[in-house]
């Protein structure tokens, strides 16, 4: 085929010389990903970061199409160049099954957007399915074996899952640009310089060092300055209690919904297929959002206008000696007419920049590996007392939202609000964040 190219603010351009590649982004399960957010509640904080899902897979497309390229190139003692085609077709399909709001849906519904890729890819049924069945028969478990990390040739599995692999380099480069920081900014042709395939997976020349560890500290960086940010975190309390409240509402009043968000009932009903799933999009969730603000019950309407206007809620950290009291927080909302159930909420972050592996862990991370000049492969944090500081270590904080409410109360509620900031003063409170 002849070359096609998209151009892209990351990558400049995104290069599509095979027809498989080319029909994919074509296909409708793939399109869908436009109308998907990348980081939809980090965009009420960061007001530029309104980019897709689908600009992202195909980044990281891009980043696997470069590494594949090096590696056909370069490394055919320890590279399959069968294995190209798999590779920059799992990465352009990794998060196909992303739904609306994915995260803070998959929570409440307790849908799995890796369970739903799988499916996506493997179903008879989908677009996707029939374009990679053109490859051969098996190829849609093989790509599906590479999400789900048991295809057997771990050189592949992680360029796609791994502690630096094309997803988070993309999306790191990516959230980055669009939130306008400077944070998650690294040096990507260094490192696509000085990545290199091994016997057993992926490792870096050890020349190349300094370029991963600016990798690991621009990940730590956006993860608490941007992807934990106290405000975005707010947006996902505020809609996980407004789709709960709905879920309750909807055995009340089945016809308020089956006229103002039909797409939900499969999923308020737990009998939701692949189909339903693919309806969904933040597009058809905010225009229910919209409904909703006229709906008759008054939590509901609230919560729906508090979100779609961004009307957030405050929040104080806390450490674990101040969990036994949230409850009296709690009662203090309640005391001046919120119900705590829809009104306050408990949101726990934390990350870990990077560790080494662990295999007695549920999901032991892929350590990262340098390559000496001597052949020796050497896990990174031997190597760099940066990255040894890093290691093993989680970073981030818990929160207990609140409605603002609680901090300008009116003279009728001035012995409420007292009470209510005397908690915030206890040692276990950090009311300034």
């Not at 890819?121 to 098996?138: A, G, M, W, Y």
């Amino acid at each position: 085929m002849n070359e096609k190219v998209f151009r892209d603010p990351v990558h400049n351009y995104i290069n599509v010389n095979n027809q498989v590649i080319y029909d994919l982004i074509n296909s409708k399960e793939f399109q869908r990903l436009r109308r998907i957010k990348q980081v939809p509640t980090t965009a009420s904080t960061f007001h530029g970061a309104e980019h897709s899902r689908f600009t992202h897979c195909l980044g990281v497309y891009e980043i696997a199409r470069r590494v594949t390229n090096i590696f056909d190139r370069k490394y055919q003692e320890f590279w399959n160049p069968d294995e190209s085609l798999l590779t920059m077709t799992a990465a352009l399909l990794h998060d196909v099954g992303h739904g609306a709001y994915s995260h803070t849906f998959e929570r409440l519904f307790e849908t799995d957007h890796e369970a739903y890729t799988q499916e996506i890819i493997t179903s008879p049924e989908t677009e996707i399915n029939t374009i990679l069945k053109q490859v051969s028969p098996d190829f849609p478990d093989k790509v599906a074996s590479v999400i789900n990390h048991t295809y057997p040739n771990k050189q592949v599995v992680q360029l796609i899952s791994s502690q630096i692999d094309c997803d988070r380099m993309d999306y790191l480069l990516r959230d980055s640009y669009y939130s306008g920081v400077s944070y998650g900014q690294f040096d990507l042709t260094r490192i696509l310089r000085v990545i290199q395939p091994v016997g057993d997976g992926i490792a870096f020349s050890s020349s190349g060092m300094h370029a991963v560890e600016d990798y690991l500290v621009s990940r730590y960086q956006m993860y608490m300055q941007v992807y934990f940010h106290p405000a975005s975190r707010a947006m996902e309390v505020l809609l996980q209690n407004l789709l709960k409240r709905a879920k309750s509402l909807y055995h009340l009043d089945q016809g308020f919904f089956q006229r103002t968000s039909p797409n939900l009932i499969p999923f308020f009903e737990n009998r939701a297929e692949l189909t339903d799933y693919l309806a969904l999009d933040d597009g058809v969730m905010n225009t229910y959002f919209q409904t909703w603000m006229s709906s008759e019950d008054s939590i509901l309407a609230d919560l729906a206008s508090r979100f779609i206007n961004r009307k957030i809620f405050k929040s104080v950290t806390f450490n674990q000696e101040a969990e036994t009291e949230l409850h009296h927080l709690s009662e203090l909302v309640k005391s001046v007419g919120f119900d705590p159930d829809y009104y306050t909420g408990i949101h726990v972050n934390f990350d870990l920049p990077y560790d080494i592996y662990r295999p007695e862990k549920t999901k032991p991370r892929t350590e990262i590996n340098m390559l000496q000049k001597d052949g020796t492969v050497v896990e990174l944090s031997n190597l760099s007392a940066l990255v040894q500081t890093l290691m093993g270590t989680n970073y981030g904080d818990r929160r207990f939202y609140f409605p603002k409410e609680m901090l300008i109360l009116d003279d009728l509620f001035s012995s409420d609000k007292e009470t209510f900031m005397s908690y915030l003063s206890n040692e276990h409170f950090n009311p300034k964040n």
